[in-house]
């Protein structure tokens, strides 16, 4: 009897546990930019930041998730510590609103939920009525588990054991705060505990003022999580938000523990039904911290920002900034992350391309040195892009989502070779340069100036076109290239002008000056390769440039 009624119970808890995680995949799948984007305008104060953290956590039923969410925000310096910390505040209180729901009988509506979420799953193809569909299924699989909970926890009051191990846990407030701590750590979810705990009361399994302790229980355990994953190894600021909300959590449970006995008596008299009593109490200590914190968070920042101070270490440029793991989940945050990593990236290439000139033109040792430095960043640069969105292309992506994915990672590919490029090539001509002390002529030196500026705006072009899309600007890219080539060859006729003039500048460097409009041309190609399929997927004709009309490779090749 006592196992069958412990099967029962985790098999209950687990179908809670992945209701809810359909609930929060299917909302962050259909809704996930836009939860972003109502995240990213709530910064302006700590009300507005109240607000939206509320909104959002209301919406995925996690606070952890909008934990982490934000302090991947914080710790990139997007959000100052004040509203980071008053979306917090919000986010506890909205974790409490599904329990709300919960707690009326609410269970007939689950089959509904099935019928209507097997329908948007099966006929929503890879559009957001599929994830709307997977709302619907988890909502109704978490009214399910409750109704399990509850079947099996109604016969199990009759088991001597089973009151025997509940009261022995339950019996010390402490015990209570730390075991329901340990399980929403466990469960990476209060709103799954304070259900389970809802479950306990209502079948007597444990007392009101036990149940009280194990609800602060739950609160703190869910400050956990953001704690341990939301800061950044080495890097003591990034902890301020997670450190600043778990001592928020452990101030409530430290004031209000004491009273849980006196609290419940209370309680029972003006809501007598347990369920409802305990989900009261959950979101009661919820609203109270808010408004008790609320006003005290600028002293509290202050206080967190002289704790943990801000790495003084210089920044790894090989390191990626914008590839959160936690956005996996969600292609299309995910894309928008590995987008932005990818910018980066081309940055360090733009600059790497400055320096090298620098380099060639001012025989300047130093720079050399520095620009094969920037291209082992950029080499580890490309492996992070290219291993995540790989992770990403196993996941569901609809047939936008994948092309984006392919540019992405093609972009990135083509940067990488200018890397290379620029390294190996132009750095090497700059290094033997300076070993022979050569001097372009000002002619040849002009010449090359001015063929390197055409490149760096084609670079600056080619970034707007990855993240726009702009098939006039591609139009523009690919007519440079042509262009380009012609200013290759009157570049080289006259240099060879010059040779039978018989100029020492130009009979000296005659092979180094040829060697860098060649490079320099080699990168532009490798530049103009995100034109074709911008222009490949508005039909327009690339024939001109050795492509079949309309069709551009999913991962261009320099021609």
């Excluded at 209507?116 to 957001?128: E, H, N, T, Y």
């Excluded at 409530?252 to 007598?272: D, I, K, R, S, W």
């Excluded at 083509?414 to 002619?443: P, T």
Aim: hydrophobic content about 50%; charged content about 20%.
């Amino acid at each position: 009897m006592g196992t069958m009624v412990l099967l029962d119970l985790m098999g209950g808890v687990a179908l809670l546990l992945w209701g809810l995680h359909m609930v929060q995949s299917g909302i962050l799948r259909a809704f996930g930019p836009d939860l972003r984007r109502l995240l990213a305008k709530a910064f302006r104060n700590r009300f507005t930041s109240f607000g939206a953290g509320l909104a959002l956590t209301a919406l995925l039923q996690s606070s952890t998730a909008t934990g982490l969410m934000t302090a991947s925000f914080a710790a990139e310096g997007m959000v100052a510590l004040v509203p980071a910390l008053a979306i917090m505040l919000g986010a506890n209180v909205g974790t409490t609103l599904i329990v709300q729901l919960l707690s009326f009988n609410v269970a007939a509506v689950a089959p509904v939920l099935f019928v209507l979420g097997l329908v948007a799953f099966r006929s929503g193809g890879r559009s957001k009525l599929k994830d709307v569909g997977r709302i619907a299924i988890g909502l109704g699989l978490m009214l399910l588990a409750l109704h399990i909970l509850l079947d099996t926890l109604a016969p199990a009051e009759s088991a001597p054991a089973a009151r025997v191990l509940l009261k022995a846990i339950t019996d010390d407030p402490v015990l209570c705060v730390l075991t329901a701590a340990a399980l929403t750590w466990a469960a990476h979810s209060s709103v799954a505990t304070v259900l389970l705990i809802m479950s306990l009361a209502y079948a007597q399994f444990v007392t009101p003022a036990a149940a009280l302790a194990l609800v602060l229980g739950a609160n703190l355990g869910s400050a956990i999580n953001p704690l341990v994953e939301g800061g950044r190894r080495g890097d003591p600021a990034s902890y301020r938000l997670p450190l600043g909300n778990f001592l928020n959590r452990l101030v409530g449970v430290v004031v209000l523990l004491p009273f849980t006995q006196p609290l419940a008596a209370e309680l029972q008299v003006v809501v007598p039904d347990m369920a409802k009593m305990t989900a009261a109490f959950h979101a009661g200590f919820n609203v109270v911290m808010a408004l008790a914190f609320i006003g005290l968070l600028g002293p509290i920042a202050a206080m967190l920002t002289r704790l943990l101070p801000e790495r003084q270490t210089a920044a790894d440029a090989g390191a990626p900034r914008y590839l959160d793991d936690g956005a996996v989940e969600t292609p299309s945050l995910a894309l928008a992350d590995a987008a932005r990593e990818t910018l980066r990236m081309g940055d360090l290439v733009e600059t790497m391309l400055r320096k090298v000139m620098d380099a060639l033109m001012n025989n300047d040792r130093a720079l050399v040195t520095e620009v094969s430095r920037m291209d082992d960043a950029v080499d580890r640069l490309d492996n992070a892009i290219k291993l995540y969105v790989t992770r990403l292309t196993r996941k569901n992506l609809d047939d936008s989502e994948a092309q984006r994915a392919m540019e992405i990672v093609s972009f990135a590919i083509n940067l990488e070779h200018i890397g290379d490029i620029v390294d190996r090539n132009l750095n090497e001509l700059a290094a033997k340069k300076i070993k022979r002390g050569l001097q372009f002529s000002g002619e040849g030196a002009a010449e090359l100036i001015d063929f390197h500026r055409r490149i760096l705006e084609s670079l600056r072009i080619a970034f707007g076109i990855f993240m726009s899309g702009d098939v006039e600007q591609a139009r523009k890219l690919v007519a440079e290239k042509a262009e380009l080539r012609g200013a290759e060859i009157a570049a080289a006729e006259r240099h060879l002008e010059r040779l039978r003039q018989g100029r020492p500048e130009t009979l000296e460097t005659t092979s180094l000056h040829l060697d860098v409009l060649r490079d320099l041309k080699r990168i532009h190609s490798h530049v103009s390769s995100v034109a074709y399929p911008v222009l490949a997927a508005a039909g327009v004709s690339t024939a001109a440039e050795g492509h079949l009309p309309g069709f551009a490779p999913a991962v261009p090749r320099p021609s």
